[in-house]
């Protein structure tokens, strides 16, 4: 199985800071990396796709980067809607995998 | 607007099966470039790929669970359906169905059912 490690796993922040998550993936995955928003009792919601395709409705200030084993999301400006965790996953091989999930906290 | 929606039991005994389903409304099934997926949160924890089934009936598993899974569909209902045998506490999570979609070769979860609890106990 594909690992991926994502870091860090909680990060503390302000409205208006610009925030980086980091996710590594154990070997090569090209561009099959994507990043989902999930709040308390909600289901995930797709942010990024294709390391850097923004979803459809996602709001610009999400933007991801990155290829191979390194990838990275950034939010530019924090809203207070923001705070919340997010995840990444790779698409490259079966079995999926995910991160380990990172907590945005004011 | 498509959408999906997971039901079935909320409490299992330990040893016995888990039964969920996902209704999809708003779209068929059997069109586009989808695969149709389980994946589960523990509380807490966080998210872990059962498994999906494409609209050829092809299923794919996640070896971890692949002893006890199975993932089938029924296309005039428009729904697909999860199986897990041989349960434990270690299965208690919050089940989540999910649409696999893929443009230009990538595959992503653009839709998300709103999960339904399963507890295992006694």
């Known amino acids: 199985d594909i690992q991926v490690n994502q870091s860090p796993s909680s990060l503390s922040a302000s409205v208006g800071d610009r925030v980086t998550i980091t996710c590594r993936a154990s070997q090569t995955i090209s561009r099959y990396l994507n990043w989902f928003q999930q709040k308390p009792g909600k289901a995930p919601n797709l942010l990024i796709y294709?390391?850097?395709s923004l979803q459809s409705g996602v709001p610009s200030r999400f933007s991801g980067s990155g290829s191979g084993t390194d990838f990275t999301l950034t939010i530019s400006s924090l809203q207070p809607e923001d705070f919340a965790t997010y995840f990444c996953q790779q698409s490259y091989s079966s079995p999926y995998t995910f991160g380990q999930g990172t907590k945005l906290e004011i | 607007q498509v959408q999906l929606q997971e039901s079935g039991p909320g409490l299992v005994k330990p040893s016995q099966t888990l039964s969920l389903t996902c209704t999809v409304s708003g779209d068929s099934i059997s069109s586009g470039s989808y695969s149709w997926n389980w994946i589960r949160q523990p509380a807490g924890k966080g998210l872990e790929w059962i498994g999906r089934?494409?609209?050829?009936?092809?299923?794919d598993y996640n070896p971890s669970l692949k002893s006890r899974v199975t993932i089938s569909a029924d296309m005039s209902k428009k729904q697909f359906s999860l199986t897990l045998s041989s349960v434990t506490a270690a299965d208690t999570a919050v089940y989540y169905c999910?649409?696999?979609?893929?443009?230009?070769?990538?595959?992503?979860?653009?839709?998300w059912g709103r999960g339904t609890l399963v507890t295992v106990s006694s």
């Open positions: 294709a390391a850097s």
């Open positions: 089934i494409f609209k050829s009936g092809t299923t």
């Open positions: 999910a649409r696999d979609r893929e443009v230009g070769a990538y595959w992503y979860f653009d839709l």
